[in-house]
């Protein structure tokens, strides 16, 4: 137990985290900005993919996850997977229901 | 092994720090389950009225939108950055830190209390004459909307609870630079509420 207590105590520099924040200002600058331009369903498409970023960079950076080890990773994975399991079902129900 | 060795290494072993941790994800993956089961609601009902979920969206204010984003980035930075200041020992920097977190909770409540009155004010609001008025696509629109960010919104409350408890157990000396999983896992906690706002501000304040 006491590695473990050792390998969390990865201390993320104040800079760091002000970097990060400024890129993530500046990824909901642009989500903003392409909403204005009229690029049909694209636009969906460009607003999800910007939200995904910004939340690797939450997710790895503010919540640390880059440092974790890797059960946390896989728990994750396994969370994201099952989530996309009910979406892509119900989206495949959808499609051949009518 | 004398008693006072004995009693140390019960309290080693009664501290799981990674254990801890675990905890918070599993329970934070219970939450992406819960917002994640409305995110599919949206998007079923959205690619069922296309037409009406734009033009429902107009009516809400994208500057409102886009400050409580800016709010709830800015808190999720200092929270982290609350960590840090626990990690280095800086006690004082981490408290005020963790008020300048719940001083952007505030800012975003308080917005969203504007925007939620100027809705209601104008008759928009689950089972008003005026909105069951509008086409299916448009109730169910903004059915979603006060349901999602009602409940976001419940979740900032519940943050704000947990770090006015971490600062109480910092005054107490129950956390300190070597002791600080609780102020981890409520900063965890926070950045859970961040994620679920990057993604319901561009599929409610963005569509046009």
Redesign the interface.
């Known amino acids: 137990m006491s590695e473990h207590q050792h390998q969390e105590s990865h201390v993320i520099e104040y800079g760091n985290y002000i970097f990060i924040w400024l890129g993530l200002l500046a990824f909901t600058g642009i989500t903003v900005t392409v909403s204005g331009i009229n690029l049909g369903n694209w636009t969906i498409v460009i607003a999800l993919f910007i939200a995904c970023i910004k939340s690797w960079y939450v997710l790895n950076y503010f919540m640390h996850m880059k440092y974790e080890e890797m059960v946390f990773k896989i728990f994750i994975l396994t969370a994201l997977f099952t989530f996309f399991i009910f979406l892509g079902f119900t989206f495949w129900d959808y499609s051949f229901a009518r | 092994m004398s008693s006072t060795d004995h009693a140390a290494a019960v309290h080693?072993?009664h501290?799981?720090?990674?254990g801890s941790?675990?905890g918070m994800?599993?329970f934070l993956?219970t939450e992406?389950?819960l917002f994640?089961?409305l995110?599919?609601v949206y998007?079923?009902y959205r690619?069922m009225h296309q037409q009406e979920f734009h033009l429902a969206a107009q009516e809400l204010n994208?500057t409102i939108g886009?400050i409580n984003?800016?709010a709830l980035?800015?808190s999720?930075?200092t929270?982290?950055?609350s960590i840090?200041a626990m990690?280095?020992g800086n006690l004082r920097f981490s408290k005020g830190l963790i008020w300048v977190t719940i001083g952007f909770a505030f800012v975003f409540m308080v917005n969203k209390y504007f925007e939620w009155s100027a809705k209601i004010h104008h008759g928009i609001f689950p089972g008003s004459k005026d909105l069951l008025a509008k086409p299916d696509g448009e109730i169910l629109y903004f059915g979603l909307y006060y349901v999602m960010t009602g409940l976001h919104t419940f979740h900032v409350i519940v943050g704000v609870i947990f770090f006015l408890f971490i600062l109480r157990q910092i005054k107490q000396g129950k956390i300190t630079s070597d002791r600080y999983v609780r102020l981890?896992n409520s900063?965890?906690y926070w950045?859970l509420v961040?994620?679920i706002w990057?993604?319901l501000?561009?599929?409610f304040y963005?569509?046009?």
């Open positions: 080693q072993v501290r799981d720090d990674y941790r675990l994800w599993l993956f992406l389950i994640g089961g995110f599919i998007a079923v690619f994208t886009l984003t800016i980035l800015t999720s930075m929270a982290a950055m840090t990690q280095k981890e900063a965890l950045h961040d994620l990057i993604f501000f561009p599929l963005l569509i046009h």
